[in-house]
Nanobody, 124 residues
Framework: QVQLVESGGGLVQAGGSLRLSCAASGSTFSSSSVGWFRQATGPEREFVAAINWSGESTDYADYVKGRFTISRDNALNTVYLQMNSLKPEDTAVYYC?????????????????WGQGTQVTVSS
């Protein structure tokens, strides 16, 4: 069982930055891949970024590539999402999720545990 708690969301002006954190409990975290997703309107959670268990492999959605950076510190059981050059269209609730396998996936259905989400609002 893995429990996830996101933090770091808030209100920021366009062009600004935020760093989200995802703190995990559970012994399998360091061998699991982790993804960040977001949900603005509608039922679907949109893929943002993912990182494999070691941090050596990452994947980004095209709409955040070059602006967002995902990283992890397995000693602290934490994954980060550094978000720079934020745009109003980045406004959403951001969720982290754990996949109890080592490979990266973009679809939310492949992830086993989810946090409660943190709101990010970017004003124009």
């Amino acid at each position: 069982q893995v429990q996830l708690v996101e933090s770091g969301g808030g209100l920021v002006q366009a062009g600004g930055s935020l760093r989200l954190s995802c703190a995990a409990s559970g012994s399998t975290f360091s061998s699991s891949s982790v993804g960040w997703f977001r949900q603005a309107t509608g039922p679907e959670r949109e893929f943002v970024a993912a990182i494999n268990w070691s941090g050596e492999s990452t994947d980004y959605a095209d709409y955040v590539k070059g602006r967002f950076t995902i990283s992890r510190d397995n000693a602290l059981n934490t994954v980060y999402l550094q978000m720079n050059s934020l745009k109003p269209e980045d406004t959403a609730v951001y969720y982290c999720a754990v996949r109890e396998l080592a490979d990266i996936r973009r679809s939310a259905r492949f992830y086993d545990y989810w946090g409660q989400g943190t709101q990010v609002t970017v004003s124009s």
